[in-house]
């Protein structure tokens, strides 16, 4: 997909301003995201040397991979809490 709906153009925009953690972090958590929506499904999580890798399939049939990226339960959750927000604010939820 080479063009983002001009509702995920703002977010995309924000996304791509943070540093790189930041981005892997706001990634996994909106695989996750978008798994617990049906809109993908998280099909294996395969230990690494650094982190869990979890492989999701899209509804296309592709698969892909995502490293978990260092943190807590209770930092992922307030993660989530916040994309959703951000989510909200872009009318995209």
Do not use: H, N, W
Not at 65 to 80: D, L
Not at 83 to 92: A, M, N, Q, S
């Amino acid at each position: 997909m080479d063009e983002l709906p001009p509702e995920l153009e703002g977010f995309a925009t924000l996304l791509d301003a943070q540093p790189q953690p930041v981005r892997e972090i706001f990634q996994y958590c909106l695989c996750l995201m978008m798994a617990k929506a049906d809109k993908m499904r998280l099909v294996d999580r395969i230990p690494g040397e650094a982190s869990v890798i979890c492989v999701f399939e899209s509804s296309a049939g592709e698969t892909f991979s995502v490293a978990r990226p260092p943190m807590s339960q209770e930092e992922e959750a307030e993660v989530i809490a916040v994309l959703r927000e951000i989510l909200d604010d872009e009318g995209i939820s």
